[in-house]
């Protein structure tokens, strides 16, 4: 779970000497390491408590587009989070922000989804509007300050990771609460409607998030982070690129065929991401993308050349995109180390619409057949299902930990977050075993 060793360690140290002590704080204070002990830097041990944090592994049984279960070859949760980390690590490098900061808040991105990717998490957001409702990335924080098990406050309240202040604002893509959350529209990079407001924040975790936030300039009080605007870029990036890919070796897209399909692909761009573009633009854009050298002139056939150069297009996109951004970026800067607040991410609007083209066509090929509309509406029954009997049952029929938060819990409301809480830390296959389990306890064939 570790990216190819760093080649430039000068700049990565003129990049950590732009970061201050307020930057390297960590919510709880920590003693020095022993002196036995290997010696890292504050974004390096932050990297290394989310590699080996429980949530991390889990991401290995989470739904991305087709499902971990799928086949062999198409991504996962986890497999997409490296590939997402490496390519925050590179374009962070490339801008002269610190990669590890990058790299941390990309392996940490998706750790809050639920089971069933996007389609959990709207059901999961109506069932919890109660107890304030939930979101990926609100979960997310929730796990790295919450959570995961590591430091504890004198107190005995946990403070999860404990990671520093300018990580866990890397890791805040929705700087916000939900009270503060703009209507939903859209959809997501798997295809789902956007049906749950995006925010960064529950109202019980609001102390933690002051804290990460603070220093954030008051004329901006919701801008990202740059290191977040490179975990959110390097996002778009991969999953744009890597859902095609896994199309294509898949046999669901032919790159080669789609001008057979283009009435169809441009309107599903339109209805999902780009409302007002017309067919002439797009027409422009693709044909742009296939003057690319590796663009394919034969169909996939799954051989090993025809696997070299599927990989070879992947990697010339990514190359692509985070170059055209990195020129970009570097134009709008006036020499200083961009860092945190101090500056935007600048992505050119020719290379958002062609991430968006890309999108189109894994969208339009891949996620609205039939097949998986029909899952996705038995994966929300399960989900539903599975999430009243943990409320019937109590504690004795959650894991140990959950058990404990609603032993504490003070109300109904409390006792709903920790069972939202429990069902969101399963993997899409124990979801299912779980509610398989429960509902043969209760009399019910599973």
Not at 26 to 45: S, T
Not at 91 to 120: K, Q, S, Y
Not at 256 to 283: F, K, S
Not at 380 to 386: D, W
Request: a negative charge.
């Amino acid at each position: 779970m570790t990216t190819r060793p760093d080649p430039a360690p000068t700049a990565d140290a003129h990049a950590a000497a732009a970061y201050d002590d307020a930057d390297r704080e960590r919510y709880l204070p920590e003693p020095p390491k022993r002196v036995d002990a290997p010696q890292r830097a504050p974004f390096e041990r932050d990297r290394a408590r989310v590699v080996h944090a429980a949530s991390t592994r889990r991401l290995a049984a989470k739904t991305q587009v087709m499902g971990p279960q799928t086949d062999d070859f198409v991504r996962n949760r986890l497999t997409h989070s490296l590939e997402v980390a490496q390519v925050a690590r590179d374009l962070a490098r490339a801008i002269g922000t610190h990669p590890d900061v990058a790299e941390t808040a990309a392996l940490a991105h998706d750790l809050g989804h639920p089971p069933f990717g996007h389609n959990g998490e709207a059901v999961l957001a109506e069932l919890a509007a109660p107890c304030g409702g939930f979101e990926g990335n609100a979960q997310t924080l929730r796990l790295l300050t919450r959570l995961e098990a590591k430091t504890f406050a004198p107190d005995g309240s946990s403070v999860g990771l404990n990671l520093t202040r300018a990580t866990l604002d890397a890791c805040t893509k929705y700087p916000w609460d939900r009270a503060s959350a703009p209507a939903p529209r859209g959809v997501h990079g798997d295809g789902s409607p956007r049906l749950v407001v995006k925010f960064g924040v529950y109202d019980d975790d609001r102390p933690t998030f002051d804290w990460l936030r603070r220093g954030v300039p008051e004329a901006a009080p919701r801008r990202q982070c740059v290191e977040a605007q490179v975990m959110d870029l390097a996002d778009d990036v991969a999953y744009s690129v890597h859902d095609v890919e896994d199309g294509v070796a898949a046999g669901r897209i032919d790159l080669t065929a789609l001008d057979r399909h283009r009435e169809g692909l441009w309107q599903t761009v339109r209805d999902w991401y780009a409302p007002g573009v017309d067919d002439a633009t797009l027409d422009e854009v693709l044909a742009g993308l296939r003057t690319m050298g590796s663009w394919p002139t034969a169909p996939y056939d799954g051989t090993r050349r025809s696997q070299a150069a599927l990989k070879n297009l992947t990697s010339d996109l990514v190359g692509r995109f985070c170059g055209a951004v990195q020129t970009a970026t570097f134009a709008s800067l006036d020499g200083d180390v961009p860092v945190r607040h101090s500056a935007d991410l600048v992505v050119p609007a020719r290379t958002g619409l062609e991430i968006t083209v890309l999108k189109g066509i894994a969208a339009h090929l891949v996620m609205r057949t039939d097949d998986r509309i029909a899952l996705m509406g038995r994966q929300r029954e399960l989900l539903a299902e599975l999430l009243a009997e943990l409320l019937r049952r109590g504690p004795d029929a959650l894991e140990p930990a959950f058990a404990e938060d609603w032993k504490a819990a003070a109300d109904d409301a409390a006792r709903l977050r920790v069972v939202v809480d429990q069902v969101a830390s399963l993997t899409d296959g124990s979801a299912v075993a779980w509610w398989g389990r429960l509902a043969a306890g209760r009399g019910t064939p599973a």
